[in-house]
Antibody, heavy 121, light 108 residues
Framework: EVHLVESGGGLVQPGGTLRLSCAGS????????MTWVRQAPGKGLEWVSA????????YYADSVRGRFTISRDNSKNTLYLQMNGLRAEDTAIYYC??????????????WGQGTPVTVSS | SYVLTQPPSVSVAPGQTATIPCGGD??????VHWYQQRPGQAPVMVIY???DRPSGIPERLSASNSGNTATLTISRVEAGDEADYFC???????????FGGGTKLTVL
């Protein structure tokens, strides 16, 4: 059974940094692209970033490009999101999700339960 | 940038059929995926590649995609279907994932 468990969220001041982690199990981690999706309180889903199975190809939403970095360690079955220069509008629950395929971004067939990030002074 | 448009809400009586549209420019040329999100829970994929159902998703849920509209159809609606539903595509021009704004399904 596929499991995705996020961690690393919390309260941070504007301009601060956080690193989110997502531990995967129950599937061959390197065989699937992975993505981060966030959801602000009371709002819809917003895609943040995606990464191919090998880690060689990355994609970012315009709202986070240059501030966030997605990466993965396939030896540890873990996906990361390094978030720098955090802003109040980054406040959201951050979900990691497993892609249907390895390279090109498709749909997301398994999701973690999410980790909350609050950016506030 | 590519935009997906969903109605904010749809209401239906138990046992009836709910249809949730997702509009986008020539969306029929893209692969559409649908997610269900119950309150306080993570999203769950209910349809992938326009019409396919993941294992465990009931046959009451079906979908189509043509022209400028993709549609999620829920037959014989039950109270447990009450949730937010999101459509999603990959915009290969901008290399971005795009979600629709979501539709709240209310079972009367």
């Amino acid at each position: 059974e596929v499991h995705l468990v996020e961690s690393g969220g919390g309260l941070v001041q504007p301009g601060g940094t956080l690193r989110l982690s997502c531990a995967g199990s129950g599937f061959t981690f390197s065989s699937n692209a992975m993505t981060w999706v966030r959801q602000a309180p009371g709002k819809g889903l917003e895609w943040v970033s995606a990464l191919s199975g090998s880690g060689n190809t990355t994609y970012y939403a315009d709202s986070v490009r240059g501030r966030f970095t997605i990466s993965r360690d396939n030896s540890k079955n873990t996906l990361y999101l390094q978030m720098n220069g955090l802003r109040a509008e980054d406040t959201a629950i951050y979900y990691c999700a497993k892609d249907l395929a390895n390279v090109v971004v498709n749909g997301f067939d398994h999701w973690g339960q999410g980790t909350p990030v609050t950016v506030s002074s | 940038s590519y935009v997906l448009t969903q109605p904010p809400s749809v209401s239906v009586a138990p046992g009836q059929t709910a249809t949730i549209p997702c509009g986008g420019d020539n969306i029929g040329s893209k692969s559409v995926h649908w997610y269900q999100q119950r309150p306080g829970q993570a999203p769950v994929m209910v349809i992938y590649f326009d019409t396919d159902r993941p294992s465990g998703i009931p046959e009451r849920l079906s979908a189509s995609n043509s022209g400028n509209t993709a549609t999620l159809t829920i037959s014989r609606v039950e109270a447990g279907d009450e949730a937010d539903y999101f459509c999603q595509v990959w915009d290969s021009t901008k290399m971005h994932v795009v979600f629709g704004g979501g539709t709240k399904l209310t079972v009367l």
